[in-house]
């Protein structure tokens, strides 16, 4: 039988095969090699709720090897782990080391930290109500806890609160995006039911912001909506735009498609794009990490003898369903900052032959709004228009 060991021992043993950094280290560190170090809070739930070192990922020790590679999947940076003393981060640390990763131990841990005078952050707590609601989702330890708190703290503008906007607000909505915008100045028409899945019977005839206002709140009352009962243009785009995070683009007409995208570039914000038509979608994010925008794809609005509209064509409005919950899934990966986004890449679903493609996007140096020299400075309405009903 091998000799029984002492914790201390053990201990001992574990720090002088882990490599260690001091606080100050630590700073250094993350200055030289930036979004190349990983830190990693592995105290438990409870210690953590009075602050953590600012940009670290929330991962108990107990969860910890289970986790690590669907939070950390690249091992080629470093993984600073830190705790309260920098005694269970010695052992995360060694443990993080078999499984190949960098991994470096913060010396004397979060209370190292407070003593060299350095803040921490506070995480907006979830409530109980919150943790249940959302549990399904925290659980996916890429999103966890810090996700569902950047969901809660993002602000997304749906514009069109019709056959596309009607899924993804009702996703961005159960998801807790905490702040809603939703940009539309039609009514309910009957006609509307068939794919405007916001909307019922009993509210033909009222503003749709109002009716999806009210499902919404229905759904989640976390969610803060904010009706914006205007037709978007080039006058008003940049007050309603202003302070979102994110716009999805669920328009069905050309004009407002290119108001959106030239607004989305001149403000720096995201444009998660959808279109549909018959049996036909598409879905790309525009304006995003360098990548194109809509322009760049087609330059200019088609004439309007050949932009047909949704009363022309018609449109089966699962398909609608299919693009805006795309639209939906984007904008939530995008704020809570998972996976990789569909910029450089439009996403074409052909229903009846049940069918997706991609076809790659790159930017345009050329583009009118987004190149090298851009010749559109300011928004501009578009005299094209199918105007027809969302
Ligand atoms: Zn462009």
């Known amino acids: 039988m091998a000799p029984t060991t002492s914790f201390n021992d053990y201990l001992a043993r574990v720090r002088a095969e882990i490599r260690e950094v001091s606080v100050a280290e630590l700073r250094r560190l993350q200055a030289e090699r930036g979004a190349a170090v990983t830190l990693i809070d592995c105290r438990e739930p409870e210690e953590v709720e009075n602050g953590v070192i600012a940009g670290a990922l929330v991962l108990p020790r107990g969860q910890l090897e289970l986790q690590i590679e669907a939070l950390v999947p690249d091992r080629a940076g470093v993984v600073a782990v830190y705790c309260a003393t920098g005694v269970r981060s010695a052992l995360a640390a060694a443990s993080l080391g078999q499984l190949g990763y960098d991994a470096v131990n913060v010396i004397g841990g979060v209370e190292a930290w407070k003593a ?102 229905r759904l989640n009352s976390d969610v803060n909506v904010i009706p914006f009962a205007e037709r978007l243009t080039a006058e008003n785009a940049r007050r309603i735009f202003e302070g979102f995070d994110v716009v999805v683009d669920g328009t069905d007409n050309f004009a407002t498609r290119y108001l959106i995208n030239d607004a989305c570039v001149l403000l720096g914000i995201p444009n998660v794009h959808g279109a549909i038509q018959r049996f036909d979608g598409q879905a790309s994010l525009f304006c995003h990490d360098d990548g194109p925008c809509y322009r760049c794809l087609f330059p200019e609005p088609p004439p309007p003898e050949l932009a047909p509209s949704c009363v022309e064509a018609g449109v089966l409005g699962a398909i609608c369903g299919v693009i805006g919950t795309l639209q939906a899934v984007e904008a939530i990966k995008l704020v809570a900052g998972l996976g990789a986004s569909l910029a450089g890449r439009l996403v074409s679903y052909d229903a009846l032959n049940a069918r997706f493609r991609e076809l790659k996007v790159k930017r345009d140096p050329g583009c009118a709004v987004c190149g090298d020299a851009p010749r559109i400075t300011e928004l501009l309405d578009y005299a094209v228009s199918c105007a027809a009903p969302k």
């Open 116 to 217: 060299a005078g350095h803040p921490l952050d506070h995480p907006r707590r979830l409530t109980r109500s919150q943790l249940a609601r959302y549990a399904r989702q925290i659980r996916l330890p890429e999103l966890g806890e810090a996700g569902q708190r950047r969901l809660l703290d993002a602000r997304v503008l749906v514009v069109g609160a019709g056959g596309l906007g009607s899924p993804a607000a009702l996703y961005l909505a159960a998801a807790g995006v905490g702040t809603l915008g939703l940009v539309d100045d039609d009514a309910v028409d009957l006609s509307n039911l068939q794919r405007q899945i916001l909307h019922g019977e009993d509210v033909a005839g009222r503003p749709k912001v109002e009716s999806a206002r009210r499902t919404l709140g």
